[in-house]
């Protein structure tokens, strides 16, 4: 178990706490009002995991309420933007023995069926399980007590998640069912609403499709197009590639006794897709959404908002008696490697992420094997916050698995574009005494991504899609106002060209230049900023630098028609984040937003810097926004 992982149980409990003093949690007032946010919570409030709870691995899969559903969660790859799930839950239904004859009862766990969503919720907690277990689990209890149609099936569903590299694509869901009635042709199954894409794209989720691939019992949905980078190029980079799907790892045999000991020779007896347009309206709309038991193999023409159904069925329960069905919820970049051999015209290339039908069968693999690896990876390094020193970067970590007698080092890499890469690596620290830190040299004006990772001597290497693995914003150069030398050493070793006594001519020169005109020296970076850059499409970043600046500032920017678009106090009275005294830098940053935060369009930009100390300084900057 890694030292930050023990971190998020004080924080989920301070979390619990809060939601309880509220009435309804504030997010489902707001997107159902407060009549339907009071079905949805029934008797308790809602117990949402902290964001950062399930962040462990290459899938983020942060928000189960206490009535077992998902809510705008499902983010892969982790900290990429790409939401793959909007909402997702468990349904059942049945003819209850004791209820007049002819209609069917039924419970659904999504939100777009308030009607009759109506649970006693007892939230279940969360636990960071141990070694040889799941990295994280999320317990959840209800049933349907305070239902008109009370289908008297208690429910206890637990996420499962895993950290290591080889199994941190799915979670595995497990539902333990109660029954406190006899049921007659009973039906389980599992609803998800995925709205695939990125979310810093409008709409993103009206553009989906969904199949099935009766061979391995999965359904699944994905995006039509990958939302390119460039509407007008469908050859662009794909944003979101990723298919989701939902594959049956053991359940009783249907037809026959719920109680039948599980297999894993079972699949989904039904398969059903329909559009927000068609959603059900009564509890036999949705019974009969289930029990159909048939395979709707023909997928929708065009792409659009649609859910998936899948279930199994039909079972006969008597009072007392208990069930239990195991599922996983995969996710994958890309559907299999046809799927990307039919995009290499368009320039794609197969992630390493690893495709949806890869990650199903490791799902199926990794149950059968009773959820155990042969040979797991050590336990990802706990990177601390970045210590910068001008232009320099010191990384430095922290890890358990030092202890194991297999741990062989840790490795470090960097990306230029995002915190999901891609990466380059950059250091290989192997052998003891183990390093746990590296220094390295930051670009003026660009972000820069860190990620270690922690290796043994079969080679197996911890997971790079933790958020402790990783610095999660971009790191920027702090270039001190009295310290021009790395911008002195690039200017030199370009004119020299490898003589050192040049070298040393022209760096004694430059830095006495530079700290004689301090304005002199004030650099824009980027420049040109180019919005079809990578980082701005992946929107982790949108924003240039100064560097260079005096110790007190005030930096104006200026149309080129001399209207005032914003101004940026440095160190200066309004400045939100000054530096501490005695360490004042010289870099300042802007979010390219005017006075009342609306984005500036492309063109020619002129900045004023205006210092108490050394006077003015007027130059020019231009922007260029991406499509």
Known sequence: MEIRKTIPICALIVLFVCFNAFAYHEGLVERFGREGAGLLEGAAAPCV???FSFTIGDLWYPGVYTIGICLDTGYYPGSSGNLQIFQGGPWAGGFVVEADAGEPWTAIGTFDQLDFLMYDS???????AQPGHSSIEVASSFDTYYSPT??????TLTYKMWGDPQVDDFVIIQADLKFNKAVRHFWWGWMNDCDIGNNSLPDHYYDDLTGYDRSRGLAYMYDDDGDPVKESDPTSKLLSPTHVGQVLLAAPPPGGSVTEAMTTNVAWETFSWWDWNNDVTSGASAYERMAIGQIKETPPETPFDYRIMTAIGPYEAEAGEEASFVFAIVFGDGYDQTYWSRRESAGAEVSPLG??????EMAKTFYANGLELDDPAPAAPSLAEPLLDGREVEISWQSVSEEDDDFAGYRVY????SNVGPWDLIGDHAGRPFVNSQVDTLRIGFPTFYLATAYDIAGNESTTGSMFTKTMDGVYSTTKPTDYSGDCEDYCAAECQGCPECYERCLKSCMGDRLDNPLDDILVAPNPYRGSAQWERLDYENRI?????PKRCTIYIHSMTGELVNTIPHNMAGDPDPDPPGTETGGESWDMLTFNYQSIASGIYIYRVVSPDYGEKIGKFAVIKGE
């Open 355 to 360: 495709t949806l039908v890869d990650h199903a």
């Open 545 to 549: 630098s100064f560097y260079n600046l």
């Open 122 to 128: 007892v939230c279940s907690g969360f636990n960071i």
């Open 414 to 417: 960097r990306s230029l574009v």
């Open 49 to 51: 995991s902290a964001n």
């Open 150 to 155: 009370d289908l008297g099936v208690e429910h």
